[in-house]
C-alpha cells in the first residue's frame, strides 16, 4: 500500500535517514521503532511530504507521491497525525473535526457521528475548546481527525508519547479495531516498542538513519539480541 | 447634558473609525502574527485613488467600491510578492519590510497623487443631525460609518465562526503545519488574510477622508489610535477591535472636550502602556495557555 524506497534525507550536514526501504501492507499495522534521534519523525515528515527527500521515492497505492506536497496528502488517502500530537488549542473540539473532514472536501455529519462513537469522551466535549482536553483525548481528538478525511493509510507519530500506560492500551485496541474492521493502513512510529509490537503485524527498527532489522512483530519482539540492542526492553 | 451627548457621539463616530483600522491590523495580525505599519498608507492610496476617480466625475459609491476592490488586490499583492519570501523566518524581518513599505507607499503617492492637501467628498450631510428641537453632534456619515464597521464586524465574526473557509483561515494562522497535514493550502490563506484586511483598511480609509481634508498624511495619525484600539481588543478578536475602538474613541473625546485636546496623545499613550502591563492580552483576553 505505501512503498518507501532508497529514501534519504536530512537536515543541511545532518543526514538523518540513509537509503531506507521499507513497506506498510494492506489491512496491517507496521511498526517503526528506534531510540532518540533514531530517525522515525524524519521518515514520516519526509512520506507525507512536509519534509524534502534527498534521494528515493515513496509510493502511495502505486503512484509516486515523492514530490506530491503535504497539502495534497489527505485527499490522495494518507492521513498524518504528527508528532506532538498537533491539536489546535484555539478551536473547538468538533472544529478541529470539521477540519479533518475539509481535509476530504466536506464535512459528512456521519463521518462525526461516527468519531463520536468512536470516542465518547469527544462527543461529551464537542463544543469546548481542544485546548480543554487531557492528554489521552487529544490523542483520540487528533486520530478522530484523521479519521475524518477517510483515510487508506494512517500515519501517527508517537501515539503513547506521555500517556498512563492503561490509556496506551485502550488506544491501540481501537486502532486494532479500525484495522481489523475498515482495513486501515497503519504506519505506527513509537518509541514504545514493546507496546507498539503486541498491537503492530510487522515491524522495522531504525538506528542512526538506517534500517537495522525488518521482521513480523512476534518474531522481533522474541529477538532478545535485537530487543537489548534496539528497543530498550 | 447636551454637551455630555454631543461629546459621546462625537466619541463614539470617532471611535468607529479607529475601530476600522484596528480591525484591519487584527486581520493581519491574526494570520500572520505581524503588526502591518504599512495599513495607513495602503489605505492612503485606495483612498486618494477613489478621490481622482471622484475628481474625474465619478460617482461616490463607484469610487467607494473601487477602493475596496484595489485594496483587496493591493493586500494580495503585497503579500504575495513582498512578504511571502520572509514567511516563516523571525517576524520581525515583516515587520521591518511593512516600515520600508510605509516609506514607499508614501513615496508612490506623493509621485502619483501630489502632496497638496484636497477635500474628500461625503455622501451624506456633514453636519449634525436635529431631533426634537436639538442638534446632535452625529452626521450623516458619522452614522453611515457606525453602521458600515458593525457590518464589517459582522461579516467578518460570521467568516471566521461559521464557514470552511474562517475554519481554513483559523487554522492556517494558529496551526500552519498541521492545517497543511490537513488539506489548508496555508499560503493561499495569508494571501487571503492581507486582502481582506487592506480591504477593511480601505474602508477605514473612506471613513477617516469622508467630508475632510486628505493628502498623502491624513492617515498616519490614526495609526496610533486604530493600534491603541486593537492592543485593547487584544489584537486577535473581531469584536475586540471594535469594542477596543469604541472605548478609545469615547475616552478620548472626553478627555479632549472636557479635560484639553493637547492630552489626546498622551491619554492613548497611556491607556497603551496600561494595558499591556496589567492585561497584555487585551481586556477579553480568554486564550487558553498553549501547552503541547
Ligand atoms: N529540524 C531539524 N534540524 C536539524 N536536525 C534535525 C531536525 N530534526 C531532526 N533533526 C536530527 O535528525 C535526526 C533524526 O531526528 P528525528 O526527529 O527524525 O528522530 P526521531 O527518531 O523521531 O526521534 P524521537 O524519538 O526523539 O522523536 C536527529 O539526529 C535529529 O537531531
Ligand atoms: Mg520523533
Redesign the interface.
Known amino acids: 500500500m505505501l512503498t518507501v524506497s532508497g529514501l534519504t534525507a536530512g537536515y543541511g550536514p545532518i543526514t538523518a535517514l540513509h537509503d531506507v526501504t521499507l513497506g506498510a501492507e494492506e489491512g496491517r499495522i507496521t511498526a517503526v521503532l528506534g531510540a532518540n534521534g533514531a530517525g522515525k519523525t524524519t521518515l514520516l515528515r519526509t512520506v ?1 511530504g ?1 519534509h524534502r527527500a534527498r534521494a528515493g521515492t515513496v509510493g502511495l497505492a502505486g503512484r509516486d507521491i515523492t514530490r506530491t ?7 490522495l488517502g494518507m ?2 497525525v ?1 508528532e ?8 473547538t473540539v468538533e ?1 478541529n473535526l ?3 473532514g ?3 472536501g ?2 459528512r455529519p456521519d463521518d462525526l457521528d461516527r468519531v463520536y462513537g468512536l470516542f465518547g469522551p469527544l462527543g461529551e466535549r464537542r463544543a469546548k ?1 481542544a ?2 482536553l487531557s492528554g489521552g483525548e487529544r490523542q483520540m481528538l487528533v486520530i478522530g ?1 484523521a479519521l475524518m ?1 477517510r483515510p487508506t493509510v494512517l500515519l501517527l507519530d508517537e501515539p503513547s508519547l506521555g500517556l498512563a500506560p492503561r490509556i496506551v492500551t485502550q488506544i491501540f485496541g481501537l486502532l486494532r479495531d479500525l484495522v481489523r474492521e475498515e482495513g486501515l493502513t497503519v504506519l505506527l512510529v513509537e518509541q514504545n516498542a514493546r507496546s507498539a509490537l503486541s498491537v503492530a503485524d510487522r515491524g522495522v527498527v531504525l538506528d542512526l538513519g538506517r534500517v537495522v532489522a525488518d521482521d513480523v512483530a512476534d518474531r522481533l519482539a522474541g529477538d532478545e539480541k535485537l530487543r537489548h540492542a534496539y528497543l530498550g526492553f | 447634558m447636551q454637551q455630555l451627548v454631543n461629546t459621546a457621539l462625537g466619541g463614539l463616530t470617532l471611535g468607529m473609525v479607529y475601530a476600522a483600522f484596528a480591525l484591519a491590523l487584527v486581520l493581519i495580525w491574526r494570520s500572520t502574527r505581524v503588526v502591518n505599519f504599512a495599513q495607513a498608507p495602503m489605505a492612503m492610496v485606495t483612498t486618494l485613488l477613489a478621490l481622482e476617480l471622484i475628481e474625474g466625475g465619478a460617482s461616490f459609491w463607484l469610487a467607494f467600491a473601487v477602493a475596496l476592490v484595489s485594496g483587496l488586490v493591493l493586500g494580495a499583492v503585497i503579500e504575495r510578492v513582498v512578504v511571502r519570501p520572509v514567511e516563516g523566518k523571525s517576524e520581525i524581518n515583516a515587520v521591518i519590510l511593512t516600515l520600508g513599505l510605509f516609506i514607499v507607499l508614501h513615496a508612490a503617492a506623493a509621485l502619483l497623487f501630489g502632496n497638496g492637501v484636497r477635500s474628500f467628498p461625503a455622501p451624506f450631510g456633514v453636519r449634525g443631525t436635529e431631533i426634537g428641537g436639538t442638534t446632535y453632534a452625529i452626521t450623516g456619515f458619522g452614522m453611515f460609518t457606525i453602521a458600515a464597521v458593525l457590518v464589517t464586524m459582522a461579516l467578518l465574526v460570521l467568516l471566521f465562526r461559521f464557514t470552511d473557509l474562517g475554519l481554513r483561515m483559523r487554522a492556517a494562522a494558529h496551526e500552519p503545519e498541521v492545517a497543511r497535514l490537513l488539506g489548508v493550502r496555508v499560503g493561499g490563506m495569508l494571501t487571503l488574510g492581507w486582502a481582506l484586511a487592506s480591504v477593511v483598511g480601505s474602508l477605514s480609509g473612506i471613513l477617516i477622508a469622508g467630508g475632510d481634508l486628505v493628502n498623502p498624511n491624513y492617515m498616519d495619525s490614526v495609526v496610533v489610535f486604530g493600534f491603541v484600539a486593537a492592543v485593547l481588543g487584544g489584537l486577535d478578536s473581531p469584536v475586540g477591535a471594535v469594542v477596543g475602538g469604541l472605548l478609545l474613541g469615547v475616552a478620548l473625546s472626553f478627555v479632549s472636550g472636557y479635560v484639553g485636546s493637547q492630552l489626546v496623545a498622551l491619554t492613548a499613550l497611556v491607556i497603551l502602556i496600561a494595558v499591556l502591563t496589567l492585561r497584555p492580552g487585551g481586556l477579553f483576553s480568554t486564550t487558553p495557555a498553549r501547552r503541547v
Open positions: 507525507s512536509l506536497a503535504a497539502e495534497r496528502m489527505p485527499a492521513s498524518h504528527p506532538g500530537r498537533g491539536v489546535i488549542v484555539e478551536l472544529e470539521r477540519l479533518g475539509l481535509a476530504r466536506r464535512v475548546p485546548g480543554t481527525r478525511a
